[in-house]
Structures are given as structure tokens and as C-alpha cells.
């Protein structure tokens, strides 16, 4: 599973804008991300910090007051956003598939679950009617539902919560895609259906040497899953890494502090810190350049120079000022509990 | 709508004011129509309290003016068939119409309102025996029940009044009752209940106040409805009989003559009903906006 | 399925009982000695009386409710004192009136508002929103008697382009005979196209006074119910899945929307039935309604009952149908029948 392929998603300088009553939300400014063939990459964040809004935007199924003012997306080369989202609608479902949380209500109550995975294969494939659902019953089979000739004619109402995320993840994999777009795909099971589900994406990720990008708030979860991790806060990416060198060695202050409040790793609940004050409202005209300054502990002059992500050591890169050295983040319990 | 803890609400009252007033602004400013209906209200209200001193000639006089002439300045809603002025015909017949609508939405409100919350608090056979009541009302085409109604109690204004608050009672009656029972079991009611408040009073201190805005909603969305239907029962003959002046029967006593042309015996109170009725919707609309934004659509 | 239908009609039984009881205790309640009045004015002592055990007004209440329902399962539903007919078999006679142009005033209204519904909630703040909001607001505000007199006045008067609204055919056409009562049905079967488009031209303003009434209703459901669909976690999903847009609208939003615009049905029909009855007496239509009225201005109450009778099962029927449509679209409601 190591991220050697080819880069597949490219994601450049992409700003979106929510052009709402109240005032524009520039929801992401200049963000950045690669996804290479095979590699799964965590994207981690607190809620509203646009992990959602980046991977809606790269799927072409944004909000309609939503805009792309900047930057670009492209899909193995391909420019999505080209030709008003043509490309996007092509690829869409076929080459890219995204999963989401809630799987309950987020399948169609009224619908059989096979048809569902039928009307995917409809749109992308030219198979008869009966290969179509000799096909739907394979998919079912391929997430390891059991009974997968029976459970084709089920209602979303009469299975489980995790098999209905089975269903969701058979129906983004009906057409093989390359790219895999797992947003909270654990949220709202419990926690042994949580692991299933995990197990079952990284396994049919590896089977099949496609990317996915996993969002998630949970960062135990991209820690065991991901080979590298993306942190957002506030509509930017703060800091991009191998998943082992981010948890070593973090260097940017809201990672040290996110690590810190997640219970991996902390011995005990008063270990856990907070993070101080809330996400800046977005639609202010005067943020700073680094969205986090007004929360961060060591605010200085510099931090309102213009600022990009940067080499940190190898492929880890930060966009901060005054990143942590490394000595520094070997301590860093004792900063989260002072 | 949240007050499950009524100590924080009182705490919280010049905050929640002063945000119902910002809402109050928010929903005029973004629907004008609201403000138009709430002139229109305050103006019906003036009619129907003041009419008699507001119309220009005896309502019932006939051959104030020569018959079937069209509006004019001297009559400026025209005169119908026996001579008599229109537009003081309208006038008069504001009190009546709005008078059994209110008469008829009080009655379903107060009885409606009490049968719901007795059956949502204690359940039990009282809960049963009313919800059957009020899925049997709900059995037959409202409109057609009142008829039968009134067929059966007679012909009067007063069965009017009572068919008209009969088919609305069912309304009433469901939401106090699913609001009250959502509420039965809350910690503000529980609350009072510890410190020793007897059942009635809980419901009737505790509870019922609660329970207020969501009624006064569906008052509000009843009115409308309400004259509606009181008016039509007087266009196929029930209840008011002529002479007296009221919406649905100037319609109907209009309606033979609009084919020949003459259309502004019908034509005004006709309007002037459905302006009153808009006007209920309106104000309904928005007051439900006001009370319950999540139900805003 | 079938067993599912068959639960339906069981669990209507309560609503026809309750029905019944309801018109039972409206036929006691009569103004005065209902024996007296059905002895006719001029009726004497012993006359009354007679009457009295013909009516079984002198036995016990639960005796007389057996009664009432044994004379109206064997059809007998008393007699009208103005025309001396059986009363079901005046109803009978004008039934197909008023279904056919109840049911043309709704199959107008759907189609009109839930087109529209849909087209607003697709395009939130458009000038097809403003104009839904403003149509639905305006539309639950109009008397059907009084909107019914302006179109006449319109379209008859002014323009000419309707016909005298005067019944269901002009004077100078001759009825189809009869199949199934319904004047269009009844005309394209004999293939007769004169009369099909007298009747059509008769029904074109009753039927738009209905529509335009019970369209608000509708089409306030309709788009209420597709925006919630719309916002919905599966839509999302399906839209990921690179489905086609239109399918995205139909077999996922619309299918789920139309749950609840079922339901609303219900009350539409409420709204329909009701404004049925003041549409025929403007437009002098010869159905149940009209016939209603002139026995209640009449005094004769027999029809009357008959006819509230008739409506109140007419509308369990139609709400057992919406039920089982209900139960067509939504599996869950299969299951739990």
C-alpha cells in the first residue's frame, strides 16, 4: 500500500466560495491536495472546517450557491472542471465514487437495495437487463453481504445500519472506480460495525490499487487506515504528511492540538485538552492569513505575513510561521496539559 | 418553542423578545404581504365594530337608489334588485360573517382545545373515546357534514355557528392533544408535579400555557377557513335568511344577475369575502413563521 | 398484497360505523316530530302515529338503529317528498354527474399542481416559486361559489367563449345513452364528437371553479414535500452515484415526495366533495349537490340525509383508495399493514 502509483486526483489551489444572504463564505482558499493510484489519504478536521465542502467540490455535487472562484481540479490527468462540469458528469459514479455517513437514510427507503445498484450500472455500463442484475447480486456479494440473491430485493428499512453502508459502498464499486471517496462512512454505527466497515474499505482499496480519501474527525481512525494524513482548519490545509512522521512529529500548532484531544494515545480523560476558542466565522472580510492565529498560543508579528504550505522534512509539509521543531513536539503533553 | 426548563425561559424573556421582535421584522421585511394583511385585519376589525355608524344608507332600505344601477359616486358598490346599497350591505354584514367564524372558532378552540389536552394528559378511555370522536368528524367531507348539520338542528344562524365549530373541533382536538402528550413526561412538568401540584393543576398551570402558541397557530389558519365555510352555507340557503346583509348571501342573491351582466351585485361582496379570508390566511401564514420557523415552507 | 388491501378495508370498517352512527343520530335529530313531519302538514292523528310505526320512531334508540341499518342495507333510504322517488335512486341517478366532474376538477388540479410543485422546489426563489407561493396563498382564499360566478361572467358573459352555464349539455343536444353516466366517457364511446364537445365545453368552467381550489392544497404539499426530498441524504448519494438528473428528480425525489402529497389527498378530497356541492348550484349542475340543496330549501330531509350519507361513504372509499396507492408506493407501509 505504499504511494507509488501515479498521481490520480489533483486537487490546486482550489478556492469555493457560499455566496449567501449574510455575506460570502470563503469556505476553501487555496487548497491543495494529490491522491496517487493505491494510496489512501485521511483528510482531518474539526466539523465546518471544509473537508466536506473539498470533497463535494471534487465530486462535482456541491450546494447550488456554492462556486469554484479559483484553482483546479483534474482526474488522471483530465480537467474536471472543464466544459461546465461535462467531464465531472462522465466520470462521476464510474471512474469516482463517494461514500457517506448515516447509511440508513442516505440509501432510498423506497427503493430495493439491488435496484439501486442496478440504476448505477445503467448509466455506466451497457449490460442486458439480466447481466445487470446478475451484476447488482455480484456487487452485494463483493461487500460480503450474506445472502446476496435475497438481500437484492430488501428495503434499506429492513437491514442494518452496516449493511445498509455495505450496500452504499457496493453501489460506489458497481463500476470499479479508481478514486474512492469515503466521507465519515463510520458515523452513525456502533462501534463493532465501525471496524467491519474500515476493514472492508482498506481491504477492497488494497484488492483493487484504488485511491481513497477518507474524511473523518475521528483521528485514531486515520491513523490505523491512511497512509498520509491532511489536516484542515478553516477552509485551508495546514498541514500534509505521512501518517507516521504527522502523529510523531506535528508541527503545526492545531495538529499538536487536535492529537492532543483525541483519546488515542492519552492516558486518561484529563489528558484530553481542548481546543481553545471556535472555527472564525468565514465570511468576515478581515480573516487573517492564518486562519488559526486568532486561536493559536504563540501568535507573533509574522503570522500576518502571506503564508503557504512548506517542506517541513521530506513529504510532510506545514503552512505555519513558527512550525514546531521536533524536540519540541516530543513534549508535547506536557504543553497540552499546562 | 424549546421551554422544557421554565426558569431559563424567564430568565431568558428580554433576550427571547427582543429576538421574537428581530423575527417579527425579519418575517415582515422578507414577506410585505404580512404587513398588507395585518392593515387589512386591523381594518375588518374597524367594520365589524363600527359598521353600522360607517355605511352610507340603511342596509335594509330598499329603493335608496334606482335598482340594478351600477356603482356610481352616489352608490359606489352599485345597488341590487330591490334598490338597496351595496356598499352598505357590505359593510354590515363584516360583524356577522367575522362574528360566527370567531363564535365558531372559540367554541371548537376552548372545546377542541380542552378535549385534546385531557385525552393527551390521562390517555385512557377519555383519549379513546375522543380520538374516535374526532376520526368519525374527519369521515365524512367537512363541508357536507355542516350541511347535514344544519339540516338536522335547523335553519338557524346559532347551528350555523355550532356545525361550523363541529367540523373544525377535530383540528383543535388533535393538536392539543399531540402537543400536551409530547410535553407529559418533560422535566419542567415533572418538576411541578414533585413539588406537589395536583394532576389538573399541573395541566392546567404547567402545561396548557405551553401548549398556547401552536393552538393560537392553528387558529389563526382555521379563521379563513372558517368564514369560508360559514359563507357558503349561506350561499345554498342555510342559516342567514334574507333581508340580512351577509357575504354568501349577497353572492347568491348576485348570481342570476352577473349572466345578464349586472355583476357588481356579486362581484363586491364576493371580493371583499375572499379579501377577508386572504387576509386570515396571510396573517396565519405568518404567524406560524413567527411561532414555528422549522415548519416554514 | 392482497392480504394487505383486504387489512385496508377491515380498518375502514370503524370510519363507515362510525359514519352511520353519525348519520343515524342527524335523522333523529330532526327539527320537531320527525313522524309529524314525514305525516306531511296535513297529516292527522292517526296518520302520525301510523307513520310513527312505520318509522319505528316508537320503539327503543338501539331498536331504531337496527332498523336504520337493515333499511339501508336492502337500499331503502327513504323517500323524497318533493319528487316521490326512492332517494337512492334519485342519487343514483345524478351519482354520475357529480363523480364526473368531480373527478375532472382533480385530474386538472393534479396535473396542474404538481408540475408546478415540483417545478418550485426545484428552483427555490425562481419566479415559478413566487408564483407557486402566490397561487397557493391566493388559491385556499377563494370562494368556490364566488370564483366560479367570475369565470362565468368572464367566459360567458364578456367573452362568449364558454356556453350558458346552465347544466351539462345545451338545450339543442341530446344525452349519449348511457354506459357509464359520465357524458365524455359516454359520447366517445357512441363516437359521437358533437356531443362530446358539447359536454366538454359545459364542463370546462365547473371543473376549473374545482381545480382552481383544491390546486393550492396540492401544490403546497408538493413542493413543501420534494424541497424536504431534495435536501435528503439519498438524493445526495444518487447524485454521487453520477445518476442522470432526471432520474435523480423522478424515481428517487419524486417518488418519496408524492408520500405525503398521498396523504394530503385525503384532505383534498374533503375540500373537493365540500366545494363540489356549492360548484353545482352555480353552475345549475344536475348532480347529488344541486339536488341536496333543492331538498333542503324544500324542507324535505330524507334526500338531505341521503345525500350526506352518500358523500361520507364516497370519502371512506376514496380514502381507502389513497391507503392502498399509499401502501403501492411505500414498502414500509406494506409491511406494517
Known sequence: MSPTGKTLLEVDRLAVEFRTRSGTVRALEDVSLALAEGETVGLVGESGSGKSVLSFAAMGIQDPAARITAGSLRFAGQDLLAGKGAAMKALRGREMAMIFQNPRVALNPIRPVGKQIEDVLARHTDLHPAARRARAVECLAEVRIPDPERRYAAYPFELSGGMCQRVMIAIALACKPRLLIADEPTTGLDVTTQAAIMRLISELSAERRMATLLITHDLGLAREYCDRIAVMHAGHIVEVGPTAGLFAAPRHPYTERLIAATPVGANSLDELAAIDGNLPDLRRDDLPACRFAERCPQRAAVCDAPLALLPAEGSHRVACHLPRKVAHSLERKHVASA | ?297 | MFQAIIKRLVGALPALFGVIVVTFILTRALPGDPAAYFAGPAGSQEAIEEVRAKLGLDRSLPEQFVLYLRDLARGDWGYSLTTGQPVLTELAERLPASLELTLVGLVLAVIIAIPLGVLAATRPGSWIDHLCRGITTAGVSLPTFFTGLLLAYVFYFLLGWAPSPLGRLDPYTTAPDFVTGFYLIDSLLAGDGETFVAAASQLALPAITLALFVLAPLARMTRASMLGVLSADFIRTARASGLHPFKVLFTYAFRNALLPVLTTLGMVFSFLLGSNVLVEKVFAWPGIGSFAIEALVASDYAPVQGFVLAMALLYVLLNLLIDVAYGLVDPRARLEA
Open chain 2, 1 to 297: 418553542m424549546n421551554t422544557a426548563n421554565p426558569a431559563l425561559a424567564t430568565r431568558a424573556a428580554p433576550g427571547r423578545l427582543a429576538r421574537q421582535w428581530h423575527t417579527l421584522r425579519y418575517v415582515v421585511g422578507e414577506n410585505p404581504l404580512s404587513a398588507i394583511s395585518a392593515g387589512l385585519f386591523v381594518g375588518f376589525v374597524l367594520l365589524a365594530l363600527f359598521g353600522p355608524w360607517l355605511a352610507p344608507h340603511d342596509p335594509l332600505a330598499s329603493h335608496v337608489g334606482e335598482p340594478l344601477s351600477p356603482p356610481s359616486m352616489a352608490h359606489w358598490f352599485g345597488t341590487d334588485a330591490l334598490g338597496r346599497d351595496i356598499l352598505s350591505r357590505v359593510i354590515i354584514a363584516t360583524r356577522l360573517d367575522l362574528g360566527i367564524a370567531v363564535a365558531a372558532v372559540a367554541l371548537s378552540f376552548v372545546i377542541g382545545g380542552l378535549m385534546g389536552a385531557f385525552a393527551g394528559y390521562f390517555g385512557g378511555w377519555f383519549d379513546r373515546v375522543s380520538t374516535r370522536v374526532s376520526d368519525t368528524i374527519m369521515a365524512f367531507p367537512l363541508f357536507v357534514l355542516a350541511m347535514g348539520i344544519v339540516a338536522a338542528l335547523g335553519n338557524t344562524v346559532a347551528n350555523i355557528v355550532l356545525a361550523t365549530a363541529i367540523i373544525n373541533l377535530p383540528f383543535y382536538l388533535r393538536v392539543a392533544r399531540a402537543e400536551v402528550r409530547v410535553r407529559r413526561e418533560a422535566g419542567f412538568v415533572e418538576a411541578a408535579r414533585l413539588a406537589g401540584n395536583g394532576e389538573l393543576r399541573v395541566l392546567f398551570y404547567h402545561l396548557i400555557p405551553n401548549v398556547m402558541p401552536p393552538m393560537m397557530v392553528q387558529i389563526s389558519l382555521n379563521m379563513g377557513w372558517a368564514i369560508l365555510n360559514a359563507a357558503g352555507l349561506s350561499f345554498i340557503g342555510l342559516g342567514v335568511r334574507p333581508p340580512e346583509a351577509e357575504w354568501g348571501i349577497m353572492v347568491a342573491e348576485g348570481a342570476q344577475y352577473i349572466v345578464s351582466g349586472e355583476w357588481w351585485i356579486a362581484l363586491f361582496p364576493g371580493l371583499v369575502l375572499m379579501l377577508a379570508v386572504f387576509c386570515f390566511n396571510l396573517l396565519g401564514d405568518s404567524l406560524r413563521d413567527l411561532i414555528d420557523p422549522r415548519r416554514r415552507t
